[in-house]
């Protein structure tokens, strides 16, 4: 694997745990894809730090947990407005 990828999977997991960002939050702030960014965390990061792809896992595992409540929300507002 390219150090550049490496180094890329490292900064978004903390990145992840630092902010509690969902994936969709992250793939914007490092101009990568949604796809990109849950590959560098369940696939890369495994081999590279496997006690940070934990740590990362999880965030992600709430986010998307609750992810149901954020859309609800979502529509509430959009609708209030009119």
């Known amino acids: 694997m390219k150090a550049y990828i490496e180094e890329r999977a490292i900064e978004v997991a903390n990145f992840i ?3 509690n960002a ?3 939050e992250t793939a914007k702030k490092f101009g990568i894809s949604k796809s990109t960014v849950h590959k560098d965390v369940t696939e890369r990061l495994t081999k590279i730090n496997p006690k940070l792809a934990k740590a990362a896992k999880k965030v992600l595992e709430v986010n998307k947990s609750e992810r149901h409540i954020r859309g609800g929300l979502a529509t509430r507002e959009k609708y ?3």
């Open 17 to 19: 745990i630092s902010s």
């Open 80 to 82: 209030a407005k009119n």
């Open 22 to 24: 969902t994936v969709r």
